[in-house]
């Protein structure tokens, strides 16, 4: 058990439509980071917040949007959901931003994403 | 530009045997370079990391990797493989000017060990 928790786990939901994916960062860890993963794209980085501020933007689509909150916890918003959103989202957490550290970064077990 | 390469697709190893999987990279400054492993229907473990100092990185179970500068590679082995080893296994790397600390990853490398 990585400490970083994600929910839901499975999520099924169809075209057009909006979802929130949760995610809880491990005790202490000012920074969280969402990836995708699916068969075509592998795995890719999407976006990175620190301690409530965005940090770093990878590949992700103007559908997608993502915040972190207070607690830490951040939640990746997905809209206008299609079939080729369908995918593993995992979140990851470190202590720092980044930086010359080389901090681990500890993943979730993931939220499935099924769009029919 | 960053990127990971893992060649193969799948390696198959007998149980007892060694096993390698591979890994180049490509950063512009010096790398930060890590391995986890997929295990079906779970999330990314952590099994090791290099960030500077000894070329040979020891992990979680009983799994090692050594960094080569020169050949920008960074091979991950084990001694003695197990049935339970068998995995999706991702090479990740970031550079020193990396922007805050996204992972770049490889496209995974399935391996299956077997009785």
């Known amino acids: 058990d990585s400490g970083v928790t994600q929910t839901p786990k499975h999520l099924i939901t169809a075209t057009g439509q909006r979802v929130t994916l949760r995610c809880s960062p491990r005790s202490g860890d000012l920074s969280v980071y969402w990836y995708q993963q699916s068969l075509d794209q592998g795995l890719q980085f999407l976006i990175q917040y620190y301690n409530g501020e965005e940090r770093a933007k990878g590949n992700i689509l103007e559908r997608f949007s993502a915040q972190q909150f207070p607690d830490l916890h951040s939640e990746l918003n997905l809209s206008s959901l299609e079939l080729g959103d369908s995918a593993l989202y995992f979140c990851?957490?470190?202590?720092?931003?980044?930086?010359?550290?080389?901090?681990?970064?500890?993943f979730g077990p993931g939220t499935r994403l099924t769009v029919l | 530009a960053q990127s990971v390469a893992q060649p193969e697709d799948q390696v198959n190893v007998a149980e007892g045997n060694p096993l390698t999987v591979k890994c180049t990279y490509s950063v512009s400054g010096n790398p930060y370079l890590f391995w986890y492993v997929q295990y079906p229907n779970r999330g990314l473990q952590f099994l090791l990391k290099?960030?500077?100092?000894?070329?040979l990185v020891k992990g979680s179970y009983g799994f090692e990797a050594e960094f080569n500068k020169s050949q920008t590679s960074f091979h991950l082995k084990k001694p003695s493989a197990l049935v339970s080893d068998s995995a999706l296994y991702f090479c990740a790397v970031r550079d020193q000017y990396n922007q805050g600390g996204k992972l770049i990853f490889g496209q995974g490398t399935e391996l299956s060990v077997k009785p």
């Open positions: 290099y960030i500077t100092g000894d070329n």
């Open positions: 990851a957490s470190t202590p720092r931003e980044g930086g010359p550290g080389g901090d681990t970064q500890y």
